[in-house]
């Protein structure tokens, strides 16, 4: 009887710790995706972006570009709010969670660059805004990405679209991101050309990279204007 206990015990024992190591293995996994995901948005190498076409190069003094971004999926959740950096912010984590799991499938997805965000003025100047911000969906998922379970968080069939773009480096305050809209403004002649409902900033970076930082802001066309 006292052997066969220390059978019993000893396998007991045994599954006891092939199950934690099996759990173990498992958290490692999934830490390894999040560090994966994580690391490649601080770093800002490697990361997919959507595809467009540079279709004009303005002169080195005024440093527009004209891209046709052609259609494609993205995930994207909406704020309202009058402070365009803690709408992003909001946004980012909701966006975030989907890429590392929050999602029907519970599915990682890479981190992409770079995160837009629409912004919509309000009626007024008192009046908030809509700040849409968004993740381009990888390549790989772009046919079948998986459904968002969080209710603020929806996929989006963006058109193709053209747009205006102008680049500036450092890290882009809320004053900085609305001068550079201005300048941008102020330097392309048609002002018919311009969807003036609404505009884009793009982030290209985390809050981490300290040096070589991108910050775009982006105009659409008006495509019966072409």
Not at 143 to 165: C, G, I, Q, S
């Amino acid at each position: 009887m006292v052997i066969l206990y220390k059978s019993i015990k000893s396998s007991v024992l045994f599954q006891f710790k092939t199950i934690n190591h099996l759990q173990a293995f498992e958290i490692n996994n999934k830490m390894t995706s999040i560090l994966k995901t994580v690391g490649s948005a601080v770093t800002g190498k490697f990361l997919e972006k959507p595809k467009y076409e540079k279709t004009s190069t303005g002169s080195s003094d005024d440093g527009i570009e004209e891209r046709h971004y052609e259609a494609a999926k993205w995930v994207s959740t909406k704020t309202m709010g009058m402070n365009r950096e803690e709408a992003v912010s909001t946004g980012f984590n909701r966006l975030f969670k989907y890429i590392t799991g929050t999602n029907e499938k519970n599915q990682k997805i890479d981190m992409t660059a770079p995160v837009t965000t629409k912004i919509l003025p309000g009626a007024g100047p008192n009046c908030e805004n809509t700040f849409t911000t968004s993740f381009y969906i990888p390549t790989e998922h772009q046919d079948n990405p998986p459904k968002p379970t969080n209710p603020d968080v929806f996929l989006e069939d963006r058109p193709a679209m053209d747009v205006y773009v102008k680049s500036f480096g450092g890290f882009a305050k809320e004053q900085d991101w609305l001068s550079e809209a201005q300048k941008l403004t102020e330097q392309i002649k048609d002002k018919n050309t311009i969807n003036q409902g609404f505009w884009f900033t793009a982030g290209y970076n985390s809050p981490f990279q300290l040096l070589g930082r991108t910050n775009e802001v982006w105009l659409v066309k008006n495509m019966d204007k072409e």
